[in-house]
Every structure is written in structure tokens, then in C-alpha cells.
């Protein structure tokens, strides 16, 4: 964008790497970059490859709400200014972290019907969080509008990690704290990054120190419709939108059965389907933020009464759990893992919290 003189805020530095075919650039972030000048810096990341900053970004827009997560994780929430769809970003779990908040009625919207170039000229953002792939393989747009928004509003950097289902993503793939550590380069936020670290290690340790030898088989389920005859499957695979699941060491029970993931374009698998897979759980995935309560008299209510459903071992037994939400940085997933630890294992782990919430908030605040 141009200033009041005529020049344009961002100077194009450098960016290198396996998609140099992007032309994707890297700038001058903003005239709140004055304090980091002469600071230059670069970070490289897959699919974009090297990019060169000149100062830390106070603006940045993700499109998916890990990123958002991990965002905010490193203490630069003031700075996020849009989202792709508010529903999709579990802001409501921050309400148990004194201090932290986002309120995601504030963000900008980028999907609305859609997601063209204007809101990212609107929002003017010093970076974008996002895999250009996605921008392309995903929301339909050109190489050449992914090439016009980094040259002339700010650079892309990100990777798709969510779903291990897209056969476009071709290049490496990141962990969820491989792509934190990428954000805390970005955010020149090394110290948070540790401090999360070390406390999710702690977690992971204290689960597998505790948790049963048995290694259930679950079925990861949406809803078709509100009263569900049938639902879309989403496989347990290496997309973070799994690491909860596969930090307990579960089974995937639909790609056992040669299910087709729904984010590789799979179809729905009705209640015989089920039937014939059998699973030892069934875990449902709502978009929101969806109370124990809501979950028994809506998701588990209706398997129990329902004359097909109600034959699965999983809801003869009463292992029908919430799967938590699609997207989950380092934040979101304490509380995704600590919910499906109860709803698993309710004997070890029911009834108390898995991670320290003050703990979180102090990282965030800066208070490692």
C-alpha cells in the first residue's frame, strides 16, 4: 500500500524456495517496525522457503485457526485482525486462562461465500500465516493473486499441517510445535516457544506415565445434519487436527476399514457402515464451544435411541466421546487432549485438570 508521500510501506527483501514460482516477497513490516530496524531477519518454512524480515510483524492474519492459536500462544494477540470463519476458532477455551482473551466477533471474517482479494487489501495485514497452496488448492484462487497480495500487501508463510489428506501437499509437512517453532522465529518469541514446550512435554509425559495399555480403536465422526443419519469421516493420520488422538496412543478405526478421510473428498458413512466396523469408540467432532451437557442430551441421546446406533459396541458401552474442533494450536490442544483423556480413560484421568491453566497464562502474559 502507498503512504501519504507516494512510496509503499513494504520493500520487497528476499524469499527463496521449493515454490519461488509464487513470487512471493517479504517486506518492510509497517511503521511500527522503526524499533526493529536494522534488525533484519529471515525465516524458512515449507512451502515458501526462505523469508526475510526487516522487523517483527504487529499485524498478521491467519486463515486457520492453529495458527491463530499459536499466535496468540506467543503473546501477539493484540495483533491478529482476521480470521477464515470465527466459528472454526476456539476462542471460548482461553476463558479458563486469567488474562487471555480474544474475542472473535472482533476479527475480520475472510470466507463469505468465499474469500477474494479485497478483504486482505483491507486489512492491510504485516503478514499472512497462511500456505499459499491452501489459497490455491483449497479456495480456488490463481498463482497470480496469491503473487499480487505478497508483492503488494505482505508475504505468505505457512504450511497446511491440520490434514495429512490432500494429495497437493507434496512437501513437508510440520509437526503442530515444528510450525510453532516456525511462528516464534517469525514473532522473534524463542522463550514462550521453550516455555510451551517444556510444559506440553510435561503433559505428554505425565499421560503415557498413567494412562491404561489399552489401545482403543475410535471412529473420528462430523455430523451430516443436526440429527445425523449419517456423518463425514475424518481418518487419525499425522495432520495435527490428530495429535490428541494420537498422543493416546489410540487406533484409527476408518482407515483400518479403508474409509476415505472427507478431506480427500470421501463421502459419509451411515449407521450399518458403523455397525460393520464396529468401533470400541466414537468420537464426535463439533465445531464451537460444546458443554458436557449439550454433548449427553444432543450427540450421545440420540445414538442411544436410535434403533441402529444403538447396537454399536461404543454406544452399548457408553464410549461415545466429544473429538473436540478441527483446528488446534498449542493452547487449544491442552484442552482438546485433556477432554478426550477424560472421556477415554474417565477411571485415570476424570475429574481433574491435565495441565496448570496459570501456567498458560503466565507464557502468554511473558511471565516464563
Same mark, same amino acid.
Given at each position: 500500500?502507498?503512504?501519504?508521500?507516494?512510496?509503499?510501506?513494504?520493500?520487497?527483501?528476499?524469499?527463496?524456495?521449493?515454490?519461488?514460482?509464487?513470487?512471493?516477497?517479504?517486506?518492510?513490516?509497517?511503521?511500527?517496525?522503526?524499533?526493529?530496524?536494522?534488525?533484519?531477519?529471515?525465516?524458512?518454512?515449507?512451502?515458501?522457503?526462505?523469508?526475510?524480515?526487516?522487523?517483527?510483524?504487529?499485524?498478521?492474519?491467519?486463515?486457520?485457526?492453529?495458527?491463530?492459536?499459536?499466535?496468540?500462544?506467543?503473546?501477539?494477540?493484540?495483533?491478529?485482525?482476521?480470521?477464515?470463519?470465527?466459528?472454526?476458532?476456539?476462542?471460548?477455551?482461553?476463558?479458563?486462562?486469567?488474562?487471555?482473551?480474544?474475542?472473535?466477533?472482533?476479527?475480520?471474517?475472510?470466507?463469505?461465500?468465499?474469500?477474494?482479494?479485497?478483504?486482505?487489501?483491507?486489512?492491510?495485514?504485516?503478514?499472512?500465516?497462511?500456505?499459499?497452496?491452501?489459497?490455491?488448492?483449497?479456495?480456488?484462487?490463481?498463482?497470480?493473486?496469491?503473487?499480487?497480495?505478497?508483492?503488494?500487501?505482505?508475504?505468505?508463510?505457512? %504450511?497446511? *499441517?491440520?490434514? =495429512?489428506?490432500?494429495?497437493?501437499?507434496?512437501? /513437508?509437512?510440520? @509437526? $503442530?510445535? !515444528?510450525?510453532?517453532?516456525?511462528?516464534?522465529?517469525?514473532?522473534?518469541?524463542?522463550?514462550?516457544?521453550?516455555?510451551?514446550?517444556?510444559?506440553?512435554?510435561?503433559?505428554?509425559?505425565?499421560?503415557?506415565?498413567?494412562?491404561?495399555?489399552?489401545?482403543?480403536?475410535?471412529?473420528?465422526?462430523?455430523?451430516?445434519?443436526?440429527?445425523?443419519?449419517?456423518?463425514?469421516?475424518?481418518?487419525?493420520?499425522?495432520?495435527?487436527?490428530?495429535?490428541?488422538?494420537?498422543?493416546?496412543?489410540?487406533?484409527?478405526?476408518?482407515?483400518? %476399514?479403508? *474409509?476415505?478421510? =472427507?478431506?480427500?473428498?470421501?463421502?459419509?458413512? /451411515?449407521?450399518? @457402515? $458403523?455397525? !460393520?466396523?464396529?468401533?470400541?469408540?466414537?468420537?464426535?467432532?463439533?465445531?464451537?464451544?460444546?458443554?458436557?451437557?449439550?454433548?449427553?442430551?444432543?450427540?450421545?441421546?440420540?445414538?442411544?435411541?436410535?434403533?441402529?446406533?444403538?447396537?454399536?459396541?461404543?454406544?452399548?458401552?457408553?464410549?461415545?466421546?466429544?473429538?473436540?474442533?478441527?483446528?488446534?494450536?498449542?493452547?487449544?490442544?491442552?484442552?482438546?487432549?485433556?477432554?478426550?483423556?477424560?472421556?477415554?480413560?474417565?477411571?485415570?484421568?476424570?475429574?481433574?485438570?491435565?495441565?496448570?491453566?496459570?501456567?498458560?497464562?503466565?507464557?502468554?502474559?511473558?511471565?516464563?
Amino acid at each position: 500500500m502507498a503512504t501519504d508521500d507516494g512510496t509503499t510501506r513494504r520493500t520487497v527483501v528476499k524469499t527463496t524456495g521449493a515454490l519461488a514460482g509464487l513470487g512471493i516477497g517479504a517486506g518492510c513490516l509497517g511503521e511500527s517496525g522503526s524499533s526493529n530496524e536494522g534488525s533484519t531477519y529471515s525465516v524458512t518454512m515449507e512451502p515458501v522457503g526462505e523469508v526475510e524480515f526487516d522487523g517483527v510483524p504487529e499485524t498478521w492474519l491467519p486463515y486457520t485457526a492453529d495458527y491463530a492459536d499459536m499466535g496468540v500462544a506467543l503473546g501477539q494477540g493484540d495483533g491478529l485482525v482476521g480470521i477464515g470463519q470465527a466459528h472454526l476458532y476456539g476462542t471460548h477455551y482461553y476463558d479458563e486462562l486469567p488474562g487471555v482473551s480474544v474475542d472473535a466477533s472482533d476479527l475480520t471474517e475472510l470466507w463469505d461465500g468465499g474469500t477474494g482479494q479485497e478483504v486482505f487489501y483491507e486489512l492491510d495485514a504485516d503478514v499472512h500465516l497462511i500456505d499459499p497452496n491452501f489459497m490455491i488448492n483449497r479456495l480456488g484462487w490463481s498463482r497470480d493473486e496469491v503473487d499480487e497480495i505478497a508483492d503488494t500487501v505482505a508475504p505468505f508463510i505457512g %504450511n497446511t *499441517i491440520f490434514s =495429512a489428506s490432500y494429495d497437493w501437499h507434496d512437501y /513437508d509437512r510440520y @509437526t $503442530l510445535y !515444528e510450525a510453532f517453532e516456525k511462528v516464534a522465529e517469525l514473532f522473534q518469541e524463542r522463550e514462550r516457544y521453550e516455555a510451551f514446550a517444556t510444559l506440553h512435554d510435561e503433559v505428554i509425559a505425565d499421560l503415557e506415565s498413567r494412562r491404561p495399555d489399552e489401545s482403543p480403536s475410535v471412529a473420528v465422526l462430523v455430523p451430516a445434519s443436526a440429527e445425523p443419519e449419517e456423518f463425514y469421516p475424518y481418518l487419525i493420520n499425522e495432520g495435527t487436527q490428530s495429535k490428541h488422538w494420537a498422543d493416546l496412543g489410540v487406533r484409527d478405526a476408518l482407515g483400518a %476399514n479403508d *474409509i476415505e478421510d =472427507a478431506q480427500a473428498g470421501g463421502g459419509t458413512v /451411515d449407521y450399518e @457402515t $458403523l455397525l !460393520e466396523i464396529d468401533p470400541d469408540v466414537i468420537a464426535v467432532r463439533q465445531q464451537g464451544q460444546v458443554t458436557e451437557e449439550d454433548f449427553e442430551n444432543g450427540i450421545v441421546s440420540s445414538l442411544r435411541d436410535h434403533d441402529v446406533a444403538s447396537e454399536l459396541e461404543a454406544v452399548r458401552n457408553d464410549r461415545v466421546v466429544y473429538a473436540g474442533m478441527t483446528y488446534q494450536g498449542p493452547i487449544i490442544h491442552l484442552f482438546q487432549l485433556e477432554r478426550v483423556a477424560q472421556g477415554l480413560f474417565p477411571d485415570t484421568f476424570g475429574g481433574e485438570d491435565l495441565f496448570d491453566r496459570q501456567a498458560v497464562a503466565n507464557i502468554v502474559d511473558g511471565n516464563t
